[in-house]
């Protein structure tokens, strides 16, 4: 498989708990992307990676968030001291240097906090 | 403000039967629009993506339409099957720089039944 994938596919933790996951882009994609997104909505942009910089964030990125990715391949995201407002589904998506940038999402991870 | 608006929120309809689904967006600069199908607990995938240029696109039974003058785009689903019961998201990438943002509106979930 070629896609974007991402792991745990599900993680439930109780609140106060810190959390990490993990997104393996497609190979040859520099951009990669990590949103958030909660039912009944569409995702909202958290963070973006081009290559190994973090080029920009939102200002839904708390202090609590963090996010890596060390050698411009795979990408973290943690959650500090989790909160149970995040509960949410955590989305990773990568393109690829050139074109209309189109955006190719892995499966996501759905995060539940107790 | 960078918006994106889908209606309707909600649509349930008969196997066989089609539908369209509406797309407003007040987003500039623009580049370009895309429809995303997410079904339940899984990332978006793509099913269109249109420029500024373009009217239409279709992608087997599901054609888009674009006017760039109005600021609306619908996606035409034909001949439904129950697979197609998803939520189907409006994206709109907005240029900056040298970089993309994208705008997502908040999905329409469509349930089809047979």
């Known amino acids: 498989d070629t896609g974007v994938s991402q792991n745990p596919r599900h993680k439930i933790t109780k609140r106060g708990q810190n959390v990490t996951f993990r997104c393996d882009p497609i190979?040859?994609?520099?951009?990669l992307y990590w949103y958030r997104q909660t039912l009944g909505q569409g995702p909202e942009f958290l963070t973006y990676?081009?290559?190994?910089?973090?080029?920009?964030k939102s200002r839904l990125l708390s202090d609590r968030f963090s996010a890596e990715r060390p050698k411009g391949s795979f990408s973290t995201l943690e959650i500090q001291r989790t909160e149970q407002g995040d509960s949410a589904m955590y989305l990773c998506a990568s393109s690829p240097p050139t074109g209309t940038n189109e955006q190719f999402f892995g499966p996501g991870t759905r995060l539940t906090v107790l | 403000k960078n918006q994106v608006e889908q209606s309707p929120q909600s649509l349930i309809i008969l196997e066989g039967k089609n539908c369209t689904l509406q797309c407003n967006y007040t987003v500039s600069p623009f580049s370009n629009l895309r429809w995303y199908k997410q079904d339940t607990g899984r990332g978006p995938v793509s099913l269109t993506i249109?420029?500024?240029?373009?009217n239409t696109k279709s992608n087997g039974r599901y054609t888009a339409t674009l006017d760039a003058d109005t600021k609306q785009s619908s996606l035409h689903i034909t001949a439904s099957q129950l697979s197609d019961s998803a939520s189907y998201i409006c994206?709109?990438?907005?240029?900056?720089?040298?970089?993309?943002?994208?705008?997502f509106g908040s999905g329409t979930r469509l349930l089809v039944r047979p």
């Open positions: 994206v709109v990438s907005l240029r900056m720089d040298s970089s993309y943002k994208l705008i």
């Open positions: 249109m420029t500024f240029s373009e």
């Open positions: 990676f081009q290559n190994e910089a973090q080029l920009e």
């Open positions: 190979s040859e994609h520099n951009r």
